[in-house]
């Protein structure tokens, strides 16, 4: 309360006279109640002039409504002298002259004059104030509630308003926050400083700016922020308030983090077992209400855990294995129909019923599991969260598990891939078995690690024969023949023994610890198993192999020189019959680099012209007419000599150049009969052999295309000799080229007939023209039933076939006399010649010629003695011999 003595007349009116100069209005009222000033500034607050308001009543000037109780309230204060309205300000609503409402703040004063009080009311118009207040109360409720944190700070940085979202982010109510400066009390160890830079240059030059940076609340815990900034200037253009907006966004900072931290580990080459432990512990830290499990699922749809440091104890281990399934928990469920499962209830859901006895005992009742997917949409694992009371999850984890889903693909997909690198790198991708590269690393261990006194056995298997089953079965029989005799091998050697495929049809078995008796003992067991035929495909397939030995240390202490051993002892084998095995000896050793030098020797005598054509002869067995000739290839090396056809030819078939032997022999034959025909040397035809690999080449029909057009040759002067085992194979491809071949009008012939597995039903509708009977049926055939027996039968069946029937390797007159009594058409032998050169082959077409033309001459002549005809018959002789050269 204010309390004014007032007792000289002078101080009175100087005190009125300054009232009249005030800015607010003021009345004066006597202890009637009576108006006794009025200023100038109340006449224009009320509208009224002071004439019609001095002496009335102070009720007049208060609004209708509270009029009748404002004297009571003059009169107890007076009464009473209680401060309830002096000494205060409060807002009053005002009612002008004009009807119009305003807001006046009125002040009351109590004054004592001479001994009798009076009361001073002050008022200030303060209605736009009150209208811009109602107008901010809304927003300003609405800035309180705001889930996002707010501060406002004035011209000087220290914070004026703190909203609630404020306090409850940081901690600071708004009388703690108010007029501290933020990097005062938000700014810890590890804010950056540059953001902090950023945030401050932008707010001077743009006026607003935002960025995410880390802060921390009044218990020191990290809080990471979305900021947005933004000023507010004066009319001097100087920023007055900056009001900064701000959204925690520590939970998915916490995410990005853990996102960044296993993106590292996977980038650091850490094991998938630590990575998905690391993502456990660290999910359980962002979301510690929940216990984390990865799971794996491989290619056959078992479980193996992956993480899980939190679940009981042998709970993970025991998942090690178990199959997925419709009813297989959470986990096993999820992956099985790869969707989410959750289970509240783990006691009483049907799903966990076998399984749940192990997470009710450590308090975990609830699972929620998602299938972890590649892009393809294989299940490959399980991300599962276990809560410790029935419910469903959170936002927060929902948003949790969006994120680490991906981790632990990302993560899974990688192990698959490096482990599928591995196999690739190391195993063979059609057994499974170590290939070349693997097994050296094996074998260069078991070799460091073999005792002093022990021995080592290295077995090398070669599959007899094997090109045969390729070239007439096919590629996928042949592939399907492999996988069986690996597991043939597999049930044959000993637990400690390692297998490896070297590639093609090559097989090495490392035996630790094996004694020569025992390694005997075992590759017997091998070639033995191996020499049952296998049923592939509906195909019964003969099978056979050979192998070599070579032991440590007594053949060799190195890698490379036991297997160049065993490799010749290998070979050894094939040469003692195959199906068999042999050890290594040291005259191998010289065998094997023979063969090395003759195989290097083919390729450069193939590449520079160094091979020949030598023809033979093939004469028909009525009339003694040429009825063609047969090209067989022959070499003569600089270094090694003359090397013999069946030395080089199956060189060649191991080496996989017997294909390109067989395209150079076609062209060289068609070059040469060419040749012969523009020299006027009639040669009917020629016989060309190729290997049932040619036959399966879809471009040959349209090669030999090419080569006859380009020598101007017709297609019956060509024929093509193919082995038996190629043309009676059911391989399509081969089937389909013949076909085309024949339809060109070019001739083939079955060459070595007899000596396979026929089949006269297959034969009869195959497209060959001529039947070749072996050589080795000659032999006998003049002393021997059944090679008689033989010859008789094939010439039957290419009698009964419409097939020209030609004869090998015929060396005698009798042998002659006897195939052309069975009624065999074409003879072909040293009879009549070996095989000749091209110039060696014209002279003797020449002198055959010359030597027919004399005997015709002298059995003329003996004809015409006797019928004393000679002159007539020497001109009939004549006349016979010049329509022979026409």
Avoid at 40 to 51: F, S, V
Avoid at 115 to 130: L, Q, S
Avoid at 248 to 268: C, G, N, P, V
Avoid at 732 to 740: D, R, Y
Wanted: charged residues 25%; negative net charge.
């Amino acid at each position: 309360m204010t309390l004014v003595h007032v007792d000289q007349s002078d101080a009175a009116r100087t005190l009125l006279a300054g009232l009249e100069q005030a800015i607010d209005a003021v009345v004066m009222i006597d202890s009637k109640n009576t108006v006794t000033h009025f200023n100038a500034a109340a006449e224009r607050l009320w509208g009224y002039e002071r004439d019609e308001v001095l002496g009335r009543n102070i009720s007049f000037l208060v609004p209708m409504a509270i009029r009748s109780q404002h004297d009571g309230y003059i009169a107890a204060n007076r009464a009473t002298g209680v401060n309830r309205i002096v000494g205060h300000s409060r807002e009053v609503r005002i009612e002008r002259k004009d009807g119009s409402e305003i807001w006046g703040s009125l002040s009351m004063s109590r004054v004592e004059v001479n001994g009798e009080i009076t009361y001073m009311g002050f008022v200030r118009d303060v209605t736009e104030e009150a209208k811009r207040r109602d107008e901010i109360i809304p927003l300003a409720l609405v800035v309180d509630k705001t889930k996002r944190a707010i501060y406002i700070a004035g011209r000087d940085a220290r914070i004026c308003y703190v909203n609630g979202a404020f306090t409850g982010m940081f901690g600071y109510s708004l009388d703690e926050a108010t007029g501290l400066i933020p990097e005062e009390f938000l700014v810890g160890a590890y804010t950056s400083q540059a953001t902090l830079a950023y945030l401050d240059r932008q707010i001077r030059t743009e006026g607003s700016a935002e960025d995410e940076i880390l802060l921390y609340d009044k218990a020191g815990n990290e809080v990471w922020v979305s900021v947005a900034l933004n000023a507010i200037h004066g009319a001097d253009g100087k920023i007055q308030h900056l009001v900064a907006l701000m959204t925690d966004i520590t939970e998915s900072k916490q995410l990005q983090s853990l996102q960044h931290h296993i993106l590292e580990a996977l980038a650091d080459e850490q094991p998938l077992l630590d990575v998905m432990e690391n993502l456990c512990r660290k999910v359980e830290q962002i979301a510690p209400d929940v216990v984390c499990s990865v799971l794996h699922v491989d290619s056959v749809g078992l479980l193996h855990p992956l993480g899980g440091p939190s679940l009981p104890a042998g709970y993970a281990q025991a998942l090690d294995g178990v199959a997925i399934g419709p009813d297989v928990g959470s986990c096993g469920t999820a992956a099985f129909r790869g969707e989410p499962v959750l289970v509240t209830d783990i006691e009483n859901d049907p799903l966990w019923l076998p399984y749940n006895s192990a997470p009710l005992a450590s308090g975990l009742k609830a699972c929620w599991s998602m299938p972890i997917k590649t892009k393809d949409g294989r299940v490959i694992g399980t991300f599962a969260f276990y809560f410790r009371e029935c419910r469903r999850p959170s936002r927060l984890h929902h948003g949790i598990v969006d994120a680490c889903v991906h981790l632990a693909a990302v993560a899974i997909e990688r192990e698959e891939a490096r482990n599928e690198i591995s196999r690739l790198a190391y195993f063979d991708a059609l057994t499974g078995l170590p290939n070349r590269t693997h097994m050296r690393q094996l074998m260069e261990r078991a070799v460091a690690e073999c005792p002093a006194d022990a021995q080592m056995a290295l077995i090398f298997l070669d599959l007899d024969h094997f090109k045969d089953v390729n070239d007439t079965l096919g590629h996928a029989v042949g592939d399907d023949l492999l996988v069986a005799v690996t597991q043939r091998l597999h049930q044959h050697i000993r637990p400690g023994d390692i297998l490896s495929r070297q590639g093609g049809d090559e097989f090495i078995i490392l035996m630790p610890n094996c004694v020569a008796a025992d390694a005997s003992r075992i590759a017997g067991r091998l070639t033995e198993a191996l020499s049952v035929p296998l049923q592939l495909g509906g195909h019964q397939v003969p099978i056979s192999a050979s192998a070599g030995i070579s032991m440590f240390p007594d053949n060799a202490r190195d890698l490379d020189s036991l297997l160049k051993y065993a490799d010749a002892a290998m070979y050894k084998a094939k040469q003692a019959g195959r199906s068999t095995h042999r050890f290594f000896s040291n005259d191998m050793d010289r065998v094997n680099e023979e063969r090395l030098r003759l195989s290097t020797a083919l390729r450069h005598a193939l590449a520079q012209g160094g091979l020949r054509l030598h023809y033979q002869p093939q004469i028909r067995a009525g009339s003694g007419d040429l009825y063609g000739v047969e090209a067989l290839a022959r070499w003569h090396d600089p270094v090694l000599g003359d090397v013999s056809p069946a030395k080089f030819i199956p060189l060649a078939e191991e080496c996989g150049l017997i294909e390109q032997i067989g395209v150079w022999s076609l062209r060289e034959a068609c070059r040469q009969i060419a040749a012969w025909q523009k020299a006027g040397l009639d040669v009917p035809c020629v016989s060309v052999n190729l290997s049932p690999i040619n036959f399966l080449n879809p471009g040959l029909p349209a090669l030999i295309s090419d080569i006859i057009a380009g020598n101007g040759l017709a297609p019956n002067r060509l024929m093509l000799e193919v082995t038996e085992g190629a043309v009676m194979s059911e391989h399509t491809t081969a089937i389909e080229i013949m076909m085309q071949i024949r339809a060109a009008g070019i001739g083939l012939s079955m060459d070595d007939f007899g000596t396979g597995y026929s089949s006269l039903s297959r034969l009869a509708h195959l497209p060959v023209r001529e039947l070749k009977i072996d050589r080795s049926f000659m032999r006998g055939i003049e002393t021997e039933v059944c090679a008689l027996a033989i010859a008789t039968a094939i010439v039957c069946v290419g009698q009964s076939l419409n097939m020209t029937v030609v004869a090998e390797g015929v060396e005698t007159e009798e042998q002659r006399r006897i195939l052309a009594g069975l009624g065999c058409d074409v003879i072909q032998g040293f009879l009549y010649s070996p095989a000749l050169s091209a110039f060696d082959l014209e002279a003797w077409l020449v002198a055959r010629h010359a030597e027919r033309w004399a005997a015709l001459v002298d059995e003329r002549r003996a004809e015409a003695a006797q019928e004393e005809m000679w002159p007539g018959a020497l001109a009939a002789m004549q006349s016979r011999e010049i329509d022979d050269r026409r």
